[in-house]
């Protein structure tokens, strides 16, 4: 009872927190050993942490303590899986410890949280298309979800799309609510994007990105392809090769046939 009504005022927002440390710490008096009330007291340290660039790692740090509890206690407790993997690459901790946790929630379900959060680990390993296909399966689980944008922002970022990563964030910033701590993390992102746009170093990065498109490109072999298309004209059929699909220029009629003697 308690511990749900912490998360009732966690959800509120920050203008509720302390009331949602009273229920949760009540919570957590008459039950210290059950993984719910203490995930829940690790949400809002990670979330406190969020606002807090101060005592971040001091707060994160309690965060993934209360979590190692709780997990030696169940370890098959799917939201602590997901929010311990969360802190752990919040810290820039062990990317595969926190892919390791991620497996196990998604042997049993598979969730948006969980999928923005191993895009998160896609990312640190560079492995940018995985990374954007489990973004776009997340989306699809759960469109409103604003901290996918952020990722998704990341990994445009990465591969230097600028302009792509602005607008990222900026939808993420748009479909979050007042109350949510993440938007901290959006304002910093698009602070740091338009910094980066007024400077000019966008254009380097963009043309950074043509460059490693353009050497992606003279690295793979060309073969041409030939299609064959048989059109009938009259009682005759026609033979015609093409090149590519794409050039109707290059179609080349074969020589005529001598006409048989007579």
């Known amino acids: 009872h308690y511990s749900m009504l912490g998360e009732i005022y966690l959800r509120r927002g920050v203008a509720s927190w302390e009331e949602a440390d009273q229920m949760i710490t009540e919570a957590l008096r008459l039950a210290p050993d059950h993984p719910v009330p203490l995930t829940r007291s690790a949400t809002l340290l990670r979330s406190r942490a969020l606002l807090d ?14 979590l190692q509890k709780s ?3 169940d370890p098959t407790h799917n939201p602590t899986l997901i929010l311990l993997a969360t802190t752990i690459l919040d810290r820039g901790g062990d990317a595969d410890q926190a892919q390791y946790l991620l497996k196990k929630t998604m042997k049993r379900r598979e969730t948006a949280k969980v999928l923005i959060q191993r895009a998160r680990v896609l990312l640190l390993q560079k492995a940018y298309t995985e ?12 469109a409103s979800n604003h901290y996918s944008y952020l990722i998704r922002g990341e990994l445009f970022e990465a591969t230097g799309d600028i302009f792509k990563a602005l607008e990222a964030y900026k939808t993420a910033l748009e479909r979050s609510p007042d109350s949510a701590p993440e938007r901290t993390l959006y304002e910093t992102a698009l602070k740091r994007m338009r910094t980066i746009i007024e400077s000019g170093l966008a254009a380097d990065a963009m043309a950074g990105r043509l460059n490693q498109s353009e050497e992606s490109n003279e690295a793979q072999p060309t073969t041409p392809t030939t299609t064959t298309i048989r059109r009938r004209q009259g009682e005759d059929e ?17 020589e005529a046939e001598a006409a048989p003697e007579a």
């Open 53 to 66: 660039a101060d005592n971040r790692e001091s707060l994160l740090a309690q965060a993934e303590e209360q």
């Open 71 to 73: 997990i030696k206690i």
């Open 131 to 142: 990374a954007e296909r489990l973004l776009d399966r997340a989306y699809k689980k759960d």
């Open 238 to 254: 026609v033979v015609l090769t093409r090149a590519s699909e794409d050039a109707e220029d290059n179609v080349v009629a074969p």
